[in-house]
């Protein structure tokens, strides 16, 4: 669904930039403004006298599906709504308003964020028009609050080029990447989770349990998160997601856990009310809880005294804001003001204000307070940084004015957005928060006779590393708090209750390991609840880690969608990589139509074997375009060794067929048959045996560290998928990629080392039987895959080893893997079946290809028939030599006695009734004759080993009676085309 939304906003954005950002000047009619929004006309009418400042507002709750809007009004979103319009007219004294004024339009989103795109886009457009404030003089929008709503109109907005300043959105997943023109003034809720970490350290407490919204995308991501950060001495003893189970249930399963103690609930105060109001209800266990709130519920103190029994001694984690400012003090008054008197309030409908009765702002809650006082904060921002844009005056002079510069959609991306940014002086050039100014508190909530208090016990803040460095005013295990704060402990130890994490940091085992040091949970491959406890010693490295964390939908997808690009080239390539082995099969299946086989397949089998290997390797790099999962990471660490181990094994059991198929001397070169060719049985055991080493590595890796992909935090802070072939340090956990101590890029290139030993031994073997002519030279093509794959496996294997620091080493490993892989099998498919096509292509009808036997003793020498030679008489046939071009004296085959019955030769030529003896053949030293030239191979039938066949001779010189005959041409045969090992 993300997805599908993500194209229409694309759309969107591009049709915006399609249409431009100038509105037609002749657009005068009054009737058609749009009349929905809230407006604060400027005191200037010429477009180079003002600048509009926009808002983005949930002042309305969201409606039923027939109406948008409810007419519920919701107070925080009022506040902020008024807190914008007087912020509007209070600090635009800060600009020269002799020379220039500012105009403010506010939209009612109504809690939809489709609403916030519609009103961003369509004012953008011109779409709508509001009266007296053109869209081109539109600066920046206050808003939107919500963490959806900034996720999605951010995106949009960064592609457009307008700024939003969001006073309270603090997703995690909001980043400068995607956002690239959002400021957000909360910083992500993540430090809150920090902050609940250090006070379960600073309490000393062992066990904790955690309660959260599964439903919610928020508050799901933000359970992963604490779960990651959990430091290792915390044993995460429960967990329950709220949509899966029926509160009475979870007040059950919290019941027998009383000793743990300390609850940590990630949902909105709604849901939180009502787990309160369950846990109230029943006596035994009412008060008996420790909470650990966040700053989403802040200090609201109406809301704790309404469940002072369940909350008492509660901690809230807030941020700090001082509203002692004259901002604020200014604000408040006029808030009274307009509680006595709506009239006051000069843009806002009366409607809404008489719908809701404005509270005083010293009773509101801390969120509240926060959200209003960054609304002003926002407002007066974007005023001084407009006022200093123009003081430093347009490209052709020093006029103070909203120039026509200023206008263009690409000069508020490069101009405005950077000069409100600079205005705030609290981001860095990533548009991140320097956190550096932003204060936590740690409070207390006491119930007491009067209804109940909250009281700062703590703070803490972060340096420039980032780093948490809290200070407690207060001893939480003081007797005057009666050891609401003294440690939890495992509340059934006998019935595995201790440690029902949702993390497990070791590997599967039945049997406890006993040490000192680290103490780990482990929980069986099955999943069931039964655990075994396992010490291991602090600094032990252990490979392999499980977990039992949540996955959103949109984390099954691509690795394109997290941005790696590089995997487009490698499904690319790998579909090419597929697509070749199929074409180059198709092609040898086609010339093996009507070959006799026979003995030739004990080569034969084994290219196809090969063709299949690299079949695999390309199947294989289709695992590495999702994010990982189980199934990837197990095709992935399996596949890559095995397919590897196809391919080298096959050229190793080519290279001992050629190596133990020399032919002797008395054997003329290109024999296929060999006296000492290596029987197929052989060759086939020798590939079962090499291929098994491999997978049976492969089998004992995936029994022993069963895959599964992990949410760890990378080198660059991020929260992403790998696979848990990883090791780690019992001391440092399983979770924080810069304390690994192998990584899974290191721990699978392991694996690899009987593949490594592979290739170095068909390299060796292959030089040694480089002078070797049978399967027309095969040694030397198997050299060139086996030797270039040496260079190709330095490269990836460097690349991805010296890059495991840097802050995408999760993709660097994976894509020199996969690179790798696709850049050896390419190699090995070109080099092995390139030279397979050229020899069938160019293979003569006798099955003689001229290019096998150019270095032989025989090369250059020409086959002379009896009747050339001695008038029909004496040998069958002779052999001129070849000796630099000097033909010598011949060598005689067969023994001249045509007397003999059966007993013939496969020469003999039109007009002649004898066949010749079986040849003999008369061997000369290779030292007496020429170089390399070429040789005509003898045939079988020219060896007489089939007498009673007609000869291609006869059937090529006419007597078949074949219309081609004559024209003297020889028609091929493939029955008797030798197509060597294939």
């Not at 941005?563 to 790998?574: D, E, N, T």
Request: hydrophobic share 40%; with cysteine.
């Amino acid at each position: 669904m993300w997805a599908l939304n993500s194209i229409l906003l694309l759309l969107l954005a591009l049709t915006y930039s399609v249409a431009g950002q100038s509105c037609s000047s002749s657009f005068t009619t009054t009737e058609c403004y749009f009349t929905s929004a809230v407006t604060s006309q400027p005191s200037f009418a010429e477009v180079n006298k003002y600048f509009v400042i926009g808002g983005l507002f949930d002042v309305h709750e969201k409606g039923s599906t027939s109406d948008l809007c409810s007419s519920k009004v919701s107070t925080q979103g009022l506040l902020n709504l008024l807190a914008f319009f007087w912020g509007v007219n209070q600090f635009s004294t800060l600009l020269d308003t002799t020379r220039v004024s500012v105009g403010a339009v506010a939209f009612d989103n109504c809690m939809r964020p489709e609403l916030s795109l519609e009103h961003l886009l369509s004012y953008s457009r011109c779409d709508i028009h509001i009266q007296g404030m053109e869209a081109s003089n539109l600066v920046a929008y206050v808003g939107p609050y919500t963490n959806e709503d900034a996720l999605r109109t951010g995106a949009i907005a960064s592609d457009i080029g307008i700024t939003l300043i969001s006073p309270t959105a603090n997703t995690m997943e909001l980043n400068s990447a995607n956002q690239k023109t959002l400021l957000r003034l909360s910083p992500p809720f993540s430090y809150d989770l920090k902050a609940i970490v250090e006070f379960l350290k600073n309490v000393k407490s062992g066990y904790v349990m955690i309660v959260y919204a599964g439903d919610d995308a928020f508050w799901k991501a933000a359970f992963n998160e604490l779960t990651t950060q959990m430091d290792k001495s915390i044993c995460i003893q429960f967990t329950a997601d709220l949509s899966k189970t029926t509160m009475n249930q979870l007040v059950n399963d919290l019941a027998v856990r009383l000793k743990s103690k300390y609850i940590v609930p990630l949902m909105s105060q709604s849901s939180l009310d009502e787990l309160m109001t369950n846990i109230f209800n029943r006596s035994d266990v009412s008060s008996k809880f420790v909470f650990i709130l966040n700053s989403v519920i802040g200090r609201d103190l109406q809301f704790l005294k309404s469940k002072s029994y369940v909350a008492s001694n509660a901690i809230i984690i807030d941020q700090y804001d001082d509203p002692t400012s004259a901002d604020w003090s200014s604000f408040s008054n006029y808030i009274d003001s307009v509680r006595s008197n709506i009239s006051f309030a000069k843009n806002i409908p009366s409607t809404w204000l008489a719908s809701s009765n404005l509270p005083n702002l010293t009773a509101i809650s801390s969120t509240m307070k926060r959200s209003i006082t960054r609304t002003l904060f926002s407002v007066k921002n974007v005023i001084k940084g407009l006022d200093t844009l123009m003081r430093a005056g347009c490209a052709t002079g020093t006029n103070y004015q909203f120039c026509d510069a200023y206008r263009s959609q690409n000069s508020k991306k490069d101009s405005i957005y950077p000069g409100i940014k600079n205005a705030f002086n609290m981001f860095t050039d990533l548009g991140e928060l320097s956190y550096q100014n932003i204060n936590y508190t740690y409070y207390q909530f006491l119930n007491r006779n009067d209804g109940g208090q909250i009281q700062p016990i703590g703070s803490f803040s972060f340096n420039n590393q980032g780093v948490l460095t809290p200070t407690f005013t207060e001893n939480l295990m003081d007797v005057k708090y009666e050891n609401a704060y003294s440690g939890p402990v495992c509340p059934l130890p006998y019935q595995n209750l201790c440690c029902e994490v949702p993390t497990t940091i070791a590997p599967p085992t039945t049997t406890p390991i006993v040490a000192t040091g680290t103490t780990a949970a482990v929980t069986g491959s099955n999943g069931k609840s039964s655990v075994t406890k396992v010490e291991y010693p602090t600094e032990q490295a252990i490979t392999g880690a499980f977990s039992d964390q949540s996955r959103d939908s949109k984390e099954y997808g691509t690795r394109f969608d997290l941005g790696h690009k590089w995997i487009i080239a490698l499904g690319v390539l790998a579909g090419l990589g597929i697509l070749c082995v199929i074409i180059f099969e198709i092609y040898i299946l086609y010339k093996l139509l009507g070959t006799s086989m026979g003995r030739q397949w004990r080569t034969m089998w084994l290219g196809q074997l090969l063709l299949f290997g690299l079949f695999l390797c390309y199947l294989v790099l289709f695992a590495y375009l999702p994010i990982p999962t189980k199934a990837t990471c197990g095709i992935t660490r399996f596949g890559v060794g095995v397919s590897y181990a196809f391919c080298f094994a096959v050229l190793l059991v080519k290279l001992m067929v050629i190596l133990t198929s020399k032919s002797s001397d008395l054997i003329l070169p290109g024999e296929l048959a060999s006296p000492n060719y290596l029987k197929g049985i052989y060759q086939f055991l020798l590939f079962i045996f090499a291929v098994g080493v491999q997978i049976v590595i492969d089998i004992q890796w995936l029994i022993t560290v069963p895959p599964e992909a992990i949410k760890v935090t990378s080198n660059n802070k991020d929260h992403v998928w790998i696979c848990n072939h990883y090791t780690w340090e019992a001391g440092s956990g399983p979770f924080d990629m810069k304390s690994f101590v192998r990584t899974n890029f290191d721990n699978h290139l392991m694996s690899l080392i009987y593949i490594m030993v592979m290739i170095l031994i068909t390299t060796i073997l292959s030089l040694n039987a480089h002078g070797i002519i049978t399967n027309h030279r095969e040694s030397i093509f198997i050299g060139i895959a086996a030797g270039f794959s040496i260079p190709i496996w330095l490269a990836w294997g460097l690349v991805g080893g010296l890059n495991k620091d840097h802050e995408y080493s999760e993709e660097f490993g994976d894509a020199c893997v996969a690179f790798g892989l696709l850049i050896t099998a390419t190699l090995i498919l070109f080099s092995m079946f390139l030279p397979k096509v050229r020899q069938l292509v160019n293979m003569g009808v006798e099955g003689i290809y001229l290019e096998d036997d150019r270095e032989t003793i025989y090369g250059g020498s020409v086959i002379m028939a009896p009747s050339s030679y001695h008038g029909g008489k004496g040998p069958s046939s002779v052999i001129f030599v070849n000796n630099s071009g000097i033909y010598s004296e011949p060598v005689m085959l067969g023994n001249g006695d045509p007397s003999k019955p059966g007993v013939a030769t496969h020469l003999k030529h039109p007009g002649s009734t004898v066949y010749s003896l079986p040849p003999t053949y008369l061997k000369k030293a290779e030292s007496a004759y020429g170089g390399s030239t070429r040789v005509l191979k003898i045939t079988d039938d020219l060896r007489g080993r089939y007498p009673h066949k007609r000869t291609q001779s006869e059937i090529a010189f006419g007597s078949s009676g074949r219309p081609r005959s004559t024209k003297g041409t020889l028609p091929r045969s493939r029955s008797q085309t030798n197509l060597g090992a294939l």
